[in-house]
Each structure stands twice: as structure tokens, then as C-alpha cells.
């Protein structure tokens, strides 16, 4: 498990709000996509100032709760790889006497709600809920809200019971970065043809708010959009059963596919392998370790850095300053609900290089460079 980014860069999420971090200490785990965003460039910790870029203070925490942090699936690999490992060590530096439940609800909205019921019956303090079903989880939050237990909703909003803070990158900033980006290189390719989009799951409501940034650039673009899809569940499969059938729909017509992220890209970009045919130009997001090695190797045009560092950090942190008593009071707002937004980042073969020598490349490059990518690698100078 490479978690590498931990520590780098944290500075990006200064100045939104204040916490006094303490000493490290061990917490237990139990179960195995308009803001302003905060950024600036990595900074080493000054005395006064957390790792993470936030004011601290001389005191310790006596403090000694329970922070439950629910995530919504393991199809997508970043939950268990890199957001429960960065929130659990961040709370246990920030509060010692917490403890951390990590449960995951395997894409199952009915399993979420009996794992939010348990964690409020073990005595949750905070509950961090990235939501199967965004529409569901208002019943999560309505139940922590009639215990008085906040809630902070993570990468994914619940705008049916606004949580009481919502923490999470810019998700329309992710839809029209991508399609952006697709859009700007069929132009200056002089494509012809029009685009698929591959949404998200439909219950997702962060989804839709990547396929609303996706519509704000594809409408304006010029390009006719041939058929639109919402993918069950994220899941690639069924992303890939549906651009089958729009290869076979629109025989050389598709000049571009924007994918969601970078499952729903990969089904999209499996399907035109499947059917022998060129694969298109296809974006995604989330900097998966397969997107990054089809990048390398010339399969998937985009994809989308979002250093989950920077929101598990921040997660952590509000959810220790709600312990605290003195959860912060951000200035954006989103569905209502006070909200933490981060500006994404588009990684293409142009700047990939760049960013897996960075800092907050996800992977060592030995993982990315494998035997399969060695030749590409080196053509890019990836060694």
C-alpha cells in the first residue's frame, strides 16, 4: 500500500479553518468524483502551523470519542488504499483519544444505513459519510441530527438533509475540467463526429454534479452529443455494455468519449477494444493506477489528480473540531450545506511526467512502470 502523499503538500487545504493538532496515536479500523478552492504550493511546516497548513495552538487534546467514517464502495480502489488509512492517521495525530470505525458499504445503500445505525448505537461523536445514495443517506442524517451527532458529508453531498459540513473536491470543476480539456484537443486535432458522455451512478449526487460540468462545456462545444448514459453503480461493466452498443449505433462517428471517471472510461475504452475498432479519445478522473498506465500507453486521453490527502486530511480535521466544540464556518456553500471545495487538476500524456515525479503522484513509478508499460515509460522518460 503506497500512501506516499501523507505528508507532502498538505499545505493546500491552509487557512479554511483552525484545529489544534496533538500527538500521534494508534486508532482501530474494523471492515476492509463554483468554489473557491484554498491551494497554494507545498510548504514545510512552520512553527504555529500543522502539517497540514492549519493554525495550531499549544494545547493538547484530553479528548476521547468516536468518529465513525463510512465510505461508500470498494469498486473504486482509492477508498481502501488511500482515504481510510490518511483519515484514521490523521485523526489518531490530531486526537489521540479518538477512535476511528472505517466501514464500508460495498456500493450497497441498505448496508450504509445499518452500518450508520451501528455506529450510532456504539456512541459515534461525528459520523463522515460518503454516500452510496445520496438521496438515502438523508435518513442517515436525520437520524445523527435527532441524537445531535454531526455529520460531515464526504466527496459526495446529500442535498436532500444539507450534513453539517460537506468536504469534497469541486465535482462540476471536475466534469468541465475534463470535457474541457477533450474538447480543446479535437479542435485542435480538427475531429469530426460527436461525443459520447458516461455519467456516474444516478444516485450519486456528486455525479450529477460531474455531468452537469461535463453538459456546460459539451453544449457550447459544437459537437453533437450522440447519446448520454448514467452508469449503475460506477460500474465499468455497464459502461462498457452501453458504448458497445453505440459503437455499433454510430459507426464512425464517435470522435470522443467524456467519461466520469476513470471506471466508466476504462469500460468505455474495453468496449471499442472489444469491437476492433480505433479507440477514441476518452477521459476519466480520479488518477487510478490502470488510467495512468493506459495514459502512458496511449488508450485514455485524461484523467483527473485529486490528492485525497487533501479532503481526508481536512475530513479529519473537521471532524476533530467538531468534537472540539468548534467545528469551522467555511464561506462556500453547497446544497445548503457548509462546504469545503477543492480545485482538481487534468493530467494528460502532456503533463504526466510532471506529476508522477511529484509530489502527489499516487503510485512509485515501478508500480505504473511495469513490464507491460516499460517501453512507453521510457519513451517518456519514466524510468
Not at 477508498?79 to 472505517?102: K, Q
Not at 456504539?122 to 437520524?143: E, K, L, R, W
Not at 445523527?144 to 450534513?163: F, H, L, S
Not at 470543476?173 to 460527436?194: C, F, P
Amino acid at each position: 500500500m503506497n500512501i506516499r502523499h501523507l505528508r507532502t503538500a498538505a499545505a493546500v487545504i491552509a487557512a479554511t479553518f483552525v484545529v489544534a493538532p496533538v500527538a500521534a496515536a494508534s486508532s482501530d479500523t474494523t471492515e476492509p468524483d463554483s468554489s473557491e478552492p484554498a491551494a497554494s504550493e507545498p510548504a514545510a511546516s512552520e512553527p504555529g502551523t500543522s502539517e497540514s497548513g492549519t493554525e495550531s495552538s499549544a494545547i493538547t487534546s484530553e479528548s476521547s470519542a468516536t468518529i465513525a467514517f463510512l465510505m461508500p464502495d470498494i469498486a473504486s480502489t482509492r477508498y481502501e488504499l488511500f482515504d481510510a488509512p490518511l483519515f484514521t492517521a490523521r485523526v489518531a495525530e490530531l486526537c489521540p483519544g479518538c477512535e476511528v470505525i472505517y466501514l464500508n458499504a460495498d456500493a450497497d445503500p441498505a448496508k450504509q444505513q445499518q452500518q450508520a445505525d451501528s455506529v450510532l448505537v456504539q456512541g459515534a461523536d461525528v459520523i463522515v459519510i460518503d454516500p452510496v445514495d445520496s438521496a438515502a443517506a438523508a435518513t442517515i442524517v436525520n437520524s445523527a441530527r435527532a441524537q445531535e451527532i454531526p455529520v460531515v458529508a464526504y466527496d459526495r453531498p446529500i442535498p436532500d438533509a444539507p450534513p453539517d459540513l460537506y468536504v469534497s473536491f469541486d465535482n462540476f470543476a471536475i466534469g468541465a475540467s475534463i470535457a474541457q480539456s477533450l474538447v480543446d484537443h479535437l479542435d485542435a486535432e480538427g475531429a469530426e463526429g460527436g461525443l459520447l458522455q458516461v455519467n456516474g451512478s444516478p444516485t450519486d449526487a456528486a455525479a450529477g454534479l460531474i455531468g452537469d460540468g461535463i453538459h456546460s462545456v459539451i453544449d457550447e462545444s459544437g459537437y453533437e452529443l450522440l447519446g448520454e448514459f448514467d452508469t449503475p453503480g460506477w460500474q465499468p461493466p455497464e459502461a462498457q455494455n452501453w458504448v458497445s452498443g453505440q459503437i455499433t449505433r454510430f459507426p464512425d462517428q464517435i470522435a470522443g468519449v467524456v467519461a466520469a471517471n476513470d471506471g466508466t472510461g476504462g469500460g468505455a475504452i474495453a468496449a471499442f477494444k472489444a469491437a476492433g475498432v480505433d479507440v477514441p479519445p476518452v477521459t476519466g478522473n480520479d488518477a487510478e493506477l490502470a488510467a495512468l498506465q493506459r495514459i502512458i500507453a496511449g488508450d485514455q486521453f485524461n484523467t483527473i489528480s485529486k490528492p485525497i490527502y487533501i479532503v481526508a486530511e481536512a475530513a479529519a480535521e473537521v471532524a476533530v473540531a467538531f468534537v472540539e466544540g468548534s467545528p469551522p464556518v467555511p464561506e462556500t456553500t453547497l446544497f445548503d450545506a457548509p462546504s469545503l471545495l477543492f480545485e482538481p487538476t487534468v493530467i494528460t500524456l502532456d503533463n504526466i511526467v510532471e506529476f508522477l515525479q511529484g509530489p502527489d503522484a499516487p503510485y512509485p513509478i515501478e508500480e505504473i512502470c511495469t513490464e507491460e508499460y516499460a517501453a512507453a515509460c521510457t519513451e517518456l522518460g519514466l524510468t
